[in-house]
């Protein structure tokens, strides 16, 4: 009862028209979008006719979900909301819910326009025709829900885990083999040090040895008889 007072049939059939061409408007802005994606000439024409076939889809199903969101922001339900402003001023109110529309459009149609270029929707497609390709040379059947959640993330877990397991026992290998490595080295120069302290400590006593023969020399040579008067 409330939107239906909100606007005489009249004016709900001038709305209505107003909103199916701003979906229509939107369509093309969507059609537009997509037709701005850049297709190889080099791809085979069945690979090309199955991108094409996808991104028609795409289009229709924005479409539909644009049409669909455009109906919830119909004059009727906007002058509901808006009651007071619709009654004091309804010409002011459709101005206003034409301008609400015209934004919204200009929005999505960016929005869209953003995504389809960041998502880069056409190399997902290559990517989806590869994957086709590869699923009907693969004799398997493909992966299917068992209906037990638990075994199914488990599934889904476990060859990520076994992933990172391998990762990091051939990581640990490695730090392992330089460990070793270090390790030799330590010991290599702890063999070194003492080998050293060892000649030090060799030529320290053959040093004392000879000096010790040298005064014994000295004191054969020069006895000390010899400088008496």
């Known amino acids: 009862m409330e939107e239906s007072e909100a ?28 037709s701005q994606m850049p297709v190889s000439d080099c791809k085979r024409p069945d690979e090309a006719e199955g991108r094409f076939k996808r991104r028609k889809l795409f289009d229709k199903v924005m479409q539909k979900s644009l ?18 402003l619709y009654k ?19 929005n999505i149609q960016e929005d869209i326009s953003r995504l389809i270029k960041e998502g880069r929707l056409d190399i ?34 476990m060859p990520y885990y076994k992933k990172q397991e391998n990762y990091m026992r051939q990581e640990l290998k490695k730090i392992q083999a330089e460990n070793a490595a270090l390790s030799q080295k330590a010991q290599a120069g ?10 030090i400590s060799t030529t320290v006593d053959e040093w004392k040895a000879s000096t010790t023969e040298l005064e014994r020399m000295a004191s054969s040579l020069h006895p000390a008889d010899v400088f008496d008067v």
Do not use: Y
């Not at 702890?190 to 000649?199: F, G, M």
């Open 190 to 199: 702890r063999e070194s040090l003492a080998q050293t302290e060892q000649r």
């Open 7 to 34: 606007a005489t049939p009249n004016e709900a059939l001038g709305r209505d028209g107003d909103e199916k061409s701003a979906v229509n408007r939107i369509n093309e802005a969507t059609g537009e979008a997509s």
């Open 88 to 106: 004091k001023n309804r010409q002011r109110m459709e101005s206003i819910h034409k301008q609400f529309i015209e934004e919204l459009q200009r």
């Open 67 to 84: 049409e669909k969101f455009i109906d919830h922001a119909s004059f009727n339900r906007f002058a509901s909301t808006f009651r007071p």
């Open 124 to 157: 997902k497609l290559n990517e989806l025709d590869q994957l086709e390709a590869a699923a009907k040379n693969n004799a398997e059947p493909a992966w299917r829900p068992s209906g037990v959640p638990e075994q199914d993330f488990c599934s889904f877990l």
